[in-house]
């Protein structure tokens, strides 16, 4: 996305105050960079979010003081991001340093699943259309104001969530029947230090 002016002409104001267009070279959605926080993550047990790329997996963990301390797979930039079309939430992306490299978080398709990947590499600052990346930031519930729930951009009802696998607290897409369902996996409280949720 590019800060150059195009001329827009409004075709009419209907009653509900909805501006129609007729213009062709417009975007249907695109994605610019506004500002990023620092944070951790935890479930609804008070585990930590880990990304361990060299075993391929992001899980929440029982951590001890001495590896919250070095920050390393846990403390995520939180990417947030302006956006030509309205949304049903904040548009963010996640990004974690892990020693000296930096990962950000995108969903694949394997075997037929969706799943989530953390690839080497940055978060791009402009993002022309639809992207792998983008996840929307929702409250958890109306009573809870401190705690989100991330849907997936490229597909409504789909959630970052957490799943029980050979003893590990796996981060996963999700699937939910309806928007409004309370599913306490899909729950995530973001928090600036380890001890302290915001």
């Not at 000296?100 to 075997?111: F, N, Q």
């Not at 928007?179 to 409280?189: P, S």
Request: aromatic content about 12%; proline content about 3%.
């Amino acid at each position: 996305m590019s800060c150059e002016v195009m001329a827009v002409c409004a075709v009419r104001l209907r009653e509900n105050l909805c501006l129609y267009f007729e213009d062709d070279e417009l975007e249907c959605d695109a994605f610019c960079k506004d500002k990023t926080i620092k944070r951790f993550f935890r479930n609804v047990n008070s585990q930590l979010l880990v990304v361990r790329p060299d075993l391929n997996v992001a899980a929440f963990e029982d951590v001890t003081d001495q590896e919250v301390k070095s920050g390393s797979g846990m403390y995520f930039d939180i990417h947030c991001y302006k956006t030509t079309a309205p949304s049903a939430g904040m548009p963010v992306a996640f990004s974690v340093q892990v020693e000296d490299k930096s990962y950000y978080m995108c969903c694949e398709k394997e075997h037929g699943k969706m799943i989530v990947r953390f690839r080497e590499g940055e978060v791009p600052k402009d993002i022309p259309g639809e992207s792998n990346i983008i996840f929307f930031k929702k409250t958890f519930t109306s009573c809870s104001s401190k705690a989100f729930k991330f849907e997936y951009s490229l597909e409504q009802g789909m959630f970052l969530a957490f799943e029980e696998e050979d003893s590990l607290r796996k981060l996963i897409l999700k699937k939910l029947p309806r928007e409004d369902e309370v599913d306490e996996t899909t729950k995530f409280v973001t928090s600036r230090n380890e001890r302290h949720n915001l």
